[in-house]
């Protein structure tokens, strides 16, 4: 892909752009449309395009398999651990307001919680697909 500048640094350029993006829609997710899923996919995506136009072991470099392997289960750790916690505080599974000091903030915790679980694991799932089609061919 040496031959294809003009790729090559628009995607430089659009990279961070979409990040910033990706969490924008992550930590709106509480007040309109948007999450952790969609701020998952925005995040495998961003690291798919940089893989399909450097290359896919510049791609394992930035975000290698092992850490990929770990993103799948911390995620669903994360977002089963907050209903956990819920339970232990003397509520229902994933019934936030026992998270805080008044039923807002719960909230506003629980779901942030919730949305970085369901984000980690989508990710992670998602990368670990295509890690795993890209490298068929070697």
Known sequence: MQHHQILRVVTKFNLPLSMLFGLYVQFH???GPGGGF???VIAAAMII???????LPAAQRIVPPIVVEIMVP???LIYAGT???TMFRGGNFLNYTVLGHDQV???EWGILLVELGVLITVAGTMIAIFY??????R
């Open 29 to 31: 997710g509480d007040y």
């Open 38 to 40: 969609q701020a998952g």
């Open 49 to 55: 395009l940089y893989a399909i136009i450097f290359g």
């Open 74 to 76: 911390l995620g669903v």
């Open 83 to 85: 209903g956990i916690v």
């Open 105 to 107: 903030h719960a909230q």
């Open 132 to 137: 795993a089609f890209a490298g068929r061919g």
